[in-house]
């Protein structure tokens, strides 16, 4: 450990962080390649998922840097992952997601996804050219 970091913690303080640090890795670590994979016909309608057991949903482990938009494709499986509540966002990212009706929801994309581009247009057009949707909402 560096010299300037042990001296400012202090013996008493260092078993805390380093106690600490040891457990967020573990999380971490449990949350990236912890948990079975599974296929999407594994999921239930209605039960309530993290974002890694979503992931794992569709046969790969979670990685935060990959995993963590709202729109992410796993071949020909989209899965959207949106917030109702987005008002303790900040002011661009507060989306007017909701329910329609039963069988319809409005959601309102990052701003690199709209109806006339490819993105929007594999959303749109997901049904058409064999594609299945997967929605959760928080």
Known sequence: MDPELRRALGDALLPEVEGRLLYTISGDYQARHGGVLRKPEDLRMYARYDRPEIIRCFGVQY???????????????????????????????????????????????????????TAGKRVLEHAANGRRLFLFVK
């Open 63 to 117: 990685d935060p840097a990959r995993h963590n938009g709202g729109m992410i494709w796993f071949g020909d499986d989209g899965v959207i992952i949106v917030k109702l509540d987005t008002s303790s966002a900040k002011v661009e990212h507060q989306y007017a997601n909701r329910f329609i009706d039963p069988t319809s929801f409005a959601w309102t994309s990052q701003n690199q996804m709209e109806p006339g581009n």
